[in-house]
Nanobody
Framework: QVQLVESGGGLVQAGGSLRLSCAAS????????MGWFRQAPGKEREFAAA????????TYADSVKGRFTISRDNAKNTVYLQMSSLKPEDTAVYYC?????????????????????WGQGTQVTVSS
Protein backbone atom coordinates (compact mmCIF):
# COMPACT_ATOMS: atom_id res chain seq x y z
CA GLN A 1 0.00 0.00 0.00
CA VAL A 2 1.40 3.36 -1.05
CA GLN A 3 1.24 6.18 1.44
CA LEU A 4 2.07 9.84 0.91
CA VAL A 5 2.52 12.01 3.99
CA GLU A 6 2.86 15.78 3.66
CA SER A 7 4.43 18.06 6.24
CA GLY A 8 5.74 21.59 6.55
CA GLY A 9 2.56 23.60 6.29
CA GLY A 10 1.75 26.45 8.63
CA LEU A 11 1.01 30.12 9.02
CA VAL A 12 3.31 32.62 7.34
CA GLN A 13 3.16 36.31 6.54
CA ALA A 14 2.89 37.53 2.97
CA GLY A 15 6.31 37.61 1.37
CA GLY A 16 7.55 34.76 3.51
CA SER A 17 8.63 31.24 2.62
CA LEU A 18 7.75 27.67 3.48
CA ARG A 19 9.03 24.30 2.38
CA LEU A 20 6.62 21.44 2.11
CA SER A 21 7.76 17.83 2.17
CA CYS A 22 6.03 14.67 1.06
CA ALA A 23 7.39 11.34 2.20
CA ALA A 24 6.33 8.32 0.20
CA SER A 25 6.29 4.65 1.01
CA UNK A 26 6.89 2.12 -1.75
CA UNK A 27 9.90 0.81 -3.56
CA UNK A 28 9.01 2.34 -6.90
CA UNK A 29 9.00 6.01 -5.89
CA UNK A 30 11.73 6.83 -8.36
CA UNK A 31 9.52 5.67 -11.24
CA UNK A 32 6.61 7.98 -10.38
CA UNK A 33 5.93 11.49 -11.51
CA MET A 34 5.18 13.55 -8.42
CA GLY A 35 2.88 16.53 -8.23
CA TRP A 36 1.69 19.17 -5.82
CA PHE A 37 -1.89 20.41 -5.94
CA ARG A 38 -3.75 22.85 -3.76
CA GLN A 39 -7.34 23.50 -2.82
CA ALA A 40 -8.70 26.68 -1.29
CA PRO A 41 -12.07 26.75 0.48
CA GLY A 42 -14.93 26.69 -2.00
CA LYS A 43 -12.62 26.14 -4.95
CA GLU A 44 -11.62 23.17 -7.05
CA ARG A 45 -8.32 21.44 -6.56
CA GLU A 46 -5.72 23.06 -8.78
CA PHE A 47 -2.34 22.08 -10.07
CA ALA A 48 0.75 23.77 -8.65
CA ALA A 49 3.84 21.85 -9.79
CA ALA A 50 5.08 18.48 -10.98
CA UNK A 51 8.42 16.77 -11.38
CA UNK A 52 9.18 13.82 -13.59
CA UNK A 53 10.97 10.72 -12.42
CA UNK A 54 14.02 11.86 -14.34
CA UNK A 55 14.39 14.83 -11.96
CA UNK A 56 15.17 17.07 -14.92
CA UNK A 57 11.66 17.85 -16.08
CA UNK A 58 9.47 20.14 -14.03
CA THR A 59 6.30 22.03 -14.80
CA TYR A 60 4.52 24.79 -12.92
CA ALA A 61 1.21 26.56 -12.91
CA ASP A 62 1.51 30.14 -14.11
CA SER A 63 0.29 31.34 -10.72
CA VAL A 64 3.33 29.92 -8.93
CA LYS A 65 6.02 30.04 -11.62
CA GLY A 66 9.09 31.89 -10.43
CA ARG A 67 8.04 31.63 -6.78
CA PHE A 68 7.74 27.87 -6.16
CA THR A 69 10.33 25.19 -6.81
CA ILE A 70 9.60 21.47 -6.85
CA SER A 71 12.37 18.97 -6.24
CA ARG A 72 12.77 15.36 -5.23
CA ASP A 73 15.24 13.08 -3.50
CA ASN A 74 14.72 9.57 -4.77
CA ALA A 75 17.11 8.15 -2.17
CA LYS A 76 14.80 9.49 0.54
CA ASN A 77 11.52 8.83 -1.28
CA THR A 78 10.65 12.48 -0.74
CA VAL A 79 9.40 15.33 -2.87
CA TYR A 80 9.61 18.97 -1.82
CA LEU A 81 7.87 22.20 -2.66
CA GLN A 82 9.85 25.31 -1.79
CA MET A 83 7.48 28.27 -1.71
CA SER A 84 8.76 31.82 -1.66
CA SER A 85 7.23 35.28 -1.97
CA LEU A 86 4.02 33.83 -0.64
CA LYS A 87 0.77 35.70 -1.19
CA PRO A 88 -2.55 35.50 0.66
CA GLU A 89 -4.03 33.85 -2.43
CA ASP A 90 -1.64 30.93 -1.92
CA THR A 91 -3.65 29.98 1.15
CA ALA A 92 -4.94 26.45 0.64
CA VAL A 93 -4.57 22.84 1.62
CA TYR A 94 -1.61 21.47 -0.31
CA TYR A 95 -1.67 17.89 -1.51
CA CYS A 96 1.10 15.66 -2.75
CA UNK A 97 0.23 13.16 -5.47
CA UNK A 98 1.94 10.36 -7.40
CA UNK A 99 1.33 9.20 -10.93
CA UNK A 100 2.46 5.77 -12.13
CA UNK A 101 1.61 6.47 -15.76
CA UNK A 102 4.03 7.84 -18.31
CA UNK A 103 2.28 10.45 -20.41
CA UNK A 104 3.67 11.88 -23.59
CA UNK A 105 2.82 15.44 -22.68
CA UNK A 106 3.41 17.28 -19.41
CA UNK A 107 -0.12 18.69 -19.68
CA UNK A 108 -1.51 15.40 -18.44
CA UNK A 109 0.34 15.84 -15.15
CA UNK A 110 -1.53 19.04 -14.46
CA UNK A 111 -4.79 17.08 -14.23
CA UNK A 112 -5.64 15.57 -10.81
CA UNK A 113 -7.49 12.63 -12.38
CA UNK A 114 -4.18 11.41 -13.80
CA UNK A 115 -2.68 10.75 -10.37
CA UNK A 116 -3.01 7.44 -8.58
CA UNK A 117 -2.07 8.23 -4.99
CA TRP A 118 -2.74 11.22 -2.77
CA GLY A 119 -1.62 12.44 0.61
CA GLN A 120 -3.92 13.79 3.28
CA GLY A 121 -2.89 17.40 2.72
CA THR A 122 -1.19 20.10 4.75
CA GLN A 123 -2.63 23.54 5.44
CA VAL A 124 -0.77 26.64 4.29
CA THR A 125 -2.11 29.98 5.45
CA VAL A 126 -0.61 33.25 4.27
CA SER A 127 -1.61 36.34 6.21
CA SER A 128 -1.61 39.80 4.69
Amino acid sequence: QVQLVESGGGLVQAGGSLRLSCAASGRTFSSWTMGWFRQAPGKEREFAAAIARSLTTTTYADSVKGRFTISRDNAKNTVYLQMSSLKPEDTAVYYCAASRTIYSRTYYYTRPENYDYWGQGTQVTVSS
